[in-house]
């Protein structure tokens, strides 16, 4: 049994930046694929960025490439989402997850949320 809990949210201007963090309470992190989801009022759940078992393989949604960046530490049970350059699009309630992931040759190209997920943390975007 697991426990996410997802800090680091908040308010932010255009173009600024936000860290959120999900401290994972419970056995294993290191054994886990794990993954940060967004959800909009009225729109269906969808993948950020996710990262393999020891951090040497990531995913990003397309869009996201080369704003946001995901870390995790697994000496402290805790995953990262670096958010650059945030847009107001980019407002959402932010989830992290254990994942389940598709590769083909190597990269990962899908990811999934699995079975545990945290309470979620709001980002806003403002113009």
């Known amino acids: 049994q697991l426990e996410l809990v997802e800090s680091g949210g908040g308010l932010v201007e255009a173009g600024g930046s936000l860290r959120l963090s999900c401290l994972v309470r419970?056995?294993?992190?290191?054994?886990?694929?794990m993954g940060w989801f967004r959800q909009d009022p009225g729109k269906e759940l969808e993948a950020v960025s996710c990262?393999?078992?020891?951090?040497?393989?990531?995913y990003y949604r397309d869009s996201l490439k080369g704003r946001f960046t995901i870390s995790r530490d697994n000496t402290k049970n805790t995953l990262y989402l670096q958010m650059d350059n945030l847009k107001t699009e980019d407002t959402a309630m932010y989830y992290c997850?254990?994942?389940?992931?598709?590769?083909?040759?190597?990269?990962?190209?899908?990811?999934?949320?699995?079975?545990?997920r945290g309470q979620g943390t709001q980002v806003t975007v403002s113009s």
């Open positions: 990262i393999s078992l020891s951090g040497d393989k990531t």
């Open positions: 419970g056995r294993h992190f290191q054994m886990y694929h």
């Open positions: 997850a254990t994942v389940r992931t598709q590769e083909t040759l190597g990269v990962i190209d899908r990811c999934e949320a699995a079975t545990y």
